[in-house]
């Protein structure tokens, strides 16, 4: 019982620790080189980088912790000790990088021209960081928790916080870098947040149909029989002709797409068709835990 639950927990924890790696990676090896920016309380270490020449590290451990302590008052300790391992994960890795750096183990990513290309792999990284530490429940800290309190406390979003912290933060780097760098950073961050939306939802898609007819329980079989897919049927009565039928909702693999449409109308040409994306698909003939 005590190893089942070890291993529990280090399935959580080692991918939080690996995307904190990811991320801290992604920012001393594209960003800081080539004078980029990232939002949220990391934009603020950036910030620091550049004016003060202070170590990335060391200034997201010192603005983290202040956070941490106030975030584990008000939020609870449960909702926090996964953001504890986030935060101390990319403290650790940023030192190790830094010093790998230094002593020129690693040389970073720096360019005179291809900026676009560092934003591109900026946002790649920095996104597949956060997102496997989000995927499993964790935070790198920062925005995050004031976005949590000022949920909590004052009602606001968590989107409407992180949103006007990286406002702030935005406006701020003007001072200290070009606005093309700006213009950069924001092809950064759409990358990023399309990357960390991709792990979110889960790398598996597949498409949902709805398919409305006349004739859905003889549309269910020939799904059933020919394509060994499970169909649910969904009564429902017809606005318009206040008669009763039925929905067909099944889910299919992308590939399958052309085989199920080619059934539906083979059955009824006028049937009505809905075609939604899902993602992250567990269960029998799909990805199983």
């Known amino acids: 019982m005590k190893s089942s639950g070890f291993f529990k927990v280090f399935k959580t924890v080692f991918p939080i620790i690996l995307g904190a790696a990811i991320y801290a990676f992604g920012l001393l090896y594209f960003i800081i080189p080539n004078q980029l920016m ?25 603005l983290n912790i202040p956070l941490f ?11 926090m000790v996964y953001t504890g391992v986030g935060i101390a994960s990319l ?11 230094s002593y020129q183990w690693i040389t ?24 496997i530490v989000f995927r499993f429940g964790g935070t790198t800290g920062g925005s995050d928790i004031v976005a949590r309190i000022f949920n909590r406390k004052f009602g606001f979003s968590m989107g409407q916080v992180i949103l006007a912290i990286d406002i702030i933060i935005i406006v701020a780097s003007l001072f200290f870098i070009p606005r093309e760098k700006i213009l950069y950073t924001l092809v950064a961050v759409f990358i990023s947040s399309k990357v960390i939306d ?5 790398a598996y898609a597949a498409k949902a149909f709805t398919i409305i ?5 003889e549309i ?10 499970g169909v649910t049927l969904i009564p429902a009565i017809g606005a318009y002709s206040k008669q009763a039928k ?30 939604n994306d899902v993602h992250d698909v567990h269960g029998e003939g799909f990805r199983e835990e």
């Open 220 to 229: 269910a079989d020939q799904i059933t029989i020919e394509m060994e897919r």
């Open 246 to 275: 039925h929905m067909a909702y099944c889910v299919v693999a992308r590939q399958e797409i052309r085989r199920l449409n080619e059934i539906v109308k083979s059955v009824d040409p006028r049937a009505f068709v809905i075609i």
């Open 38 to 62: 990232e939002g949220g309380v990391t934009g603020v270490t950036v910030l620091l980088n550049y004016a003060f020449s202070i170590p990335p590290a060391l200034s997201t451990l010192l």
């Open 198 to 202: 991709f792990i979110q939802e889960g």
């Open 213 to 217: 007819s006349d004739h859905a329980p």
């Open 108 to 131: 970073p990513f720096q360019t005179e021209r291809d900026f676009i290309l560092a934003s591109l792999y900026a946002g790649v990284t920095l996104g597949a960081g956060l997102g």
């Open 69 to 79: 302590l106030i975030g584990w008052k008000i939020l609870g300790g449960k909702q």
């Open 91 to 101: 403290t650790f890795f940023l030192w190790l990088i830094e010093k790998m750096i």
